[in-house]
């Protein structure tokens, strides 16, 4: 199994956070099939205030090329990454264009 961890922040207003979290309680069924398509097994997100952490479960096969490979094929995809787009925004050191971002594991128990 792979492990990966990654941070975003979300636009700071409350009601477009309220918004935001009231979608993730009825995630479209294709971008969960996509999900799933990819390998992934597990998902989260975690949210303080606006800064959002999500941490993936995956199997081997994962690799982020293939997830985008198998998004392409559901055109809700492109969808939903521009309607959750009108809610998140790029951590303050993103580089352009760069929405969620892999995080450095610094400490294991």
Not at 31 to 43: F, T, Y
Not at 69 to 87: F, G, Q, R, V
């Amino acid at each position: 199994m792979k492990r990966f961890c990654l941070a975003m922040d979300l636009k700071d207003d409350p009601e477009l956070i309220k918004a935001y979290d009231d979608y993730h309680k009825e995630v479209w069924p294709e971008i969960l099939q996509s999900l799933r398509e990819s390998g992934i097994k597990d998902m989260e997100i975690y949210r303080v205030r606006n800064r959002m952490f999500m941490i993936i479960d995956a199997d081997e096969s994962f690799s982020f090329e293939k997830k985008a490979k198998i998004d392409a094929k559901y055109p809700e995809n492109e969808k939903w990454e521009e309607l959750m787009w009108k809610y998140q925004q790029a951590l303050p050191f993103a580089e352009p264009g760069e929405k969620w971002m892999l995080m450095e594991r610094v400490f294991q128990l």
